[in-house]
C-alpha cells in the first residue's frame, strides 16, 4: 500500500503505476499487477491512497525481482513520491 506525499499529483501517481506495470514481462515470474486508490467508507486505510497486489509465479521469483535492474529503475521514479509504504507479501 502506498501513501503519497500530498503534493504528488495524479499524473504522477498514474506514472508510478505504468512503471510499476512494465516491469509484467521484462522481470522474469512476475505475472500481473493491479492496483487502484482506496475506496471504501469504513476509513481504516490509515492514510494509505493507494494499494496493489503483484502475482509472481513462485516465491523465488518474488525473491529475485527485488534486486533485479528493472525494479531498482522503477524504484527511482515511485520511492521519491512515497511518504509510506507497507508491503505485505503472502502465499496463495
Same mark, same amino acid.
Given at each position: /500500500?502506498?501513501?503519497?506525499?500530498? $503534493?504528488?499529483? %495524479?499524473?504522477?501517481? &498514474? =506514472?508510478?503505476?505504468?512503471?510499476?506495470?512494465?516491469?509484467?514481462?521484462?522481470?522474469?515470474?512476475?505475472?500481473? /499487477?493491479?492496483?487502484?486508490?482506496? $475506496?471504501?467508507? %469504513?476509513?481504516?486505510? &490509515? =492514510?494509505?491512497?493507494?494499494?496493489?497486489?503483484?502475482?509472481?509465479?513462485?516465491?523465488?521469483?518474488?525473491?529475485?525481482?527485488?534486486?533485479?535492474?528493472?525494479?531498482?529503475?522503477?524504484?527511482?521514479?515511485?520511492?521519491?513520491?512515497?511518504?509510506?509504504?507497507?508491503?505485505?507479501?503472502?502465499?496463495?
Amino acid at each position: /500500500m502506498f501513501q503519497f506525499h500530498e $503534493e504528488v499529483t %495524479e499524473e504522477q501517481i &498514474e =506514472e508510478c503505476f505504468r512503471e510499476m506495470k512494465s516491469m509484467i514481462g521484462t522481470i522474469p515470474g512476475l505475472l500481473e /499487477m493491479e492496483h487502484g486508490p482506496y $475506496e471504501s467508507d %469504513e476509513g481504516l486505510n &490509515e =492514510e494509505f491512497t493507494h494499494g496493489f497486489i503483484m502475482t509472481f509465479d513462485t516465491p523465488e521469483s518474488r525473491d529475485l525481482y527485488l534486486p533485479h535492474p528493472e525494479h531498482e529503475r522503477v524504484k527511482e521514479i515511485v520511492v521519491p513520491r512515497l511518504k509510506r509504504v507497507l508491503v505485505f507479501d503472502f502465499e496463495v
